[in-house]
């Protein structure tokens, strides 16, 4: 079955970076466009960012410039690259394939 398994959430300071790591399992992940999306306290989910199986990617524009999203199809793991972190940043991140999630990892952008 298809699992998705995301990692490198932590705590950080403003400005800080972060690299988020989504493991994929189950299904021919190089022919899947594959997102991020995440969901802050008292908040709904929202889409961060995509990259296509052709590699295109798109980004939130709150998050265009600083975040990066790229994919490593011979480990079928997509990532998420997260710089100049804001404390607004902070929420669970999900990865995620048409219908299918991630159970999320936690980032906290505070001092």
């Known amino acids: 079955q298809v699992q998705l398994v995301e990692s490198g959430g932590g705590l950080v300071q403003p400005g800080g970076s972060l690299r988020l790591s989504c493991a994929a399992s189950?299904?021919?992940?190089?022919?899947?466009?594959m997102s991020w999306y995440r969901q802050a306290p008292g908040k709904e989910r929202e889409w961060v960012a995509t990259?296509?199986?052709?590699?295109?990617?798109n980004y939130e524009d709150s998050v265009r410039g600083r975040f990066f999203i790229f994919r490593a199809n011979a480990k079928n793991t997509v990532y998420l690259q997260m710089n100049s972190l804001k404390p607004e940043d902070t929420a669970v991140y999900y990865c995620n394939r048409m219908t299918d999630w991630g159970k999320g990892t936690l980032v906290t952008v505070s001092s």
């Open positions: 189950g299904f021919f992940f190089r022919l899947n466009d």
């Open positions: 990259i296509t199986s052709t590699s295109s990617t």
